[in-house]
């Protein structure tokens, strides 16, 4: 239980061009996804906190409307990567929670390579 | 918000008990221990999870002392398939943010 799926699982597209990510939870629903980006040998950073039906809450440094995130339901989030520039090729990885209970932890995607070229 | 703070790496051989620590001194009363281990090019993915003293699942045992100040990870019987990178999280209220540190690198020799 508790499977988190992303897609694509690998991107390579122009400069300039936006990429979308789906995030999905298959058997349960998430109120709370995160996107996590993750550089060579690094460790993940969050970028944001994606809430169904409200808008997303973004670190500090993630520009929002470079990166944007959809929570429309309750099993899919979606992040757009506008207008994406070489700097923007990395690992990007979603999670979700199953549950708002304290000890629910988070299950991850197995991520999305983003290379642009 | 809690901040983690493990070793960088970490060797063993095949068939040791390996045991990795975690530091997170300002853990709030209400957040979780959470172990993930990630191989290259994949998500991390759920070990164990903990709130205090011991718990055991089939692959992992979690050592939290009465403080909860650290925790201890332990893999009985590493294999080469368990080299990768282990995180441990701390936190737990729905909207709380979770933030990785800087994880340990586990490599396990034959």
């Known amino acids: 239980g508790a499977v988190v799926s992303q897609h694509p699982s690998w991107v390579i597209c122009k400069s300039g061009t936006s990429v979308k990510i789906e995030c999905r939870s298959l058997d349960f629903q998430a109120t709370t996804m995160f996107w996590y980006r993750q550089f060579p040998k690094q460790s993940l950073m969050l970028m944001a906190t994606s809430n169904e039906g409200s808008k997303a809450t973004y670190e500090q440094g993630v520009e929002k409307d470079k990166f944007l995130i959809n929570h429309a339901s309750l099993t899919l989030s979606t992040l757009t990567v506008t207008s994406a520039h070489p700097e923007d090729s990395s690992f990007y990885i979603c999670?979700?929670?199953?549950?708002?209970?304290?000890?629910?932890?988070?299950?991850f995607g197995d991520g999305t390579r983003l290379s642009i070229l | 918000l809690a901040k983690t703070t493990q070793p960088i790496s970490m060797d063993s051989y095949e068939g040791q008990e390996v045991n990795i620590t975690c530091s997170h001194n300002n853990i709030a009363t209400n957040d979780y221990i959470t172990w993930y281990q990630q191989f290259p090019s994949q998500g991390p993915r759920f070990i164990i999870q903990?709130?205090?003293t011991k718990v055991t699942n089939e692959v992992a045992s979690l050592f939290i002392p009465a403080d909860r100040k650290s925790s201890t990870l332990s893999l009985p019987r590493v294999s080469l398939s368990d080299t990768a990178v282990y995180y441990c999280?701390?936190?737990?209220?729905?909207?709380?943010?979770?933030?990785f540190g800087s994880g340990t690198k586990l490599n396990v020799k034959p």
């Open positions: 999280l701390v936190g737990g209220n729905n909207f709380n943010k979770f933030y």
């Open positions: 999670s979700a929670r199953n549950g708002t209970g304290n000890n629910q932890p988070q299950h």
């Open positions: 903990g709130y205090k």
